[in-house]
């Protein structure tokens, strides 16, 4: 299972941006799909979580400003981040927990990353 994500930059404080993150490869079912994110000399933390049916989890710093979807057919996960803040800056990955055929448990799979930079 591969996890492509996109969507990252540079925006000014109070601006928006909406990452996807796309698995690919041999996949028989994804359950939990999530955002996580690691600033500079800090260990990575959950943003957001989603599950197969669609129940959310956010961390306190992002709810009410971050949103996180999934669209199933097209195994993609969204996160869509408004009035971003410049402590928001760090290098977000995305993490789908999958199985890959039906006699496999499932694991937790990882994407590169995209770094997401708020200017202040």
């Known amino acids: 299972v591969q996890l492509q994500a996109s969507g990252g930059g540079l925006v000014q404080a109070g601006g928006s941006l909406r990452l996807s993150c796309v698995a690919s490869g041999s996949i028989f079912r994804i359950n939990d799909m999530g955002w996580y994110r690691q600033a500079p000399g800090k260990q990575r933390e959950l943003v957001a979580s989603?599950?197969?049916?669609?129940?959310?989890k956010y961390a306190d710093d992002m709810k009410g400003r971050f949103t996180i979807s999934r669209d199933n057919a097209k195994n993609t996960v969204y996160l869509q981040m408004l009035s971003l803040k410049p402590e928001d800056t760090a290098v977000y990955y995305c993490?789908?927990?999958?199985?890959?055929?039906?006699?496999?448990?499932?694991?937790?799979?990882w994407g590169q990353g995209t770094q997401v930079t708020v200017s202040s």
């Open positions: 989603i599950t197969n049916g669609g129940s959310t």
């Open positions: 993490n789908a927990d999958a199985r890959v055929g039906v006699l496999y448990s499932s694991r937790a799979y």
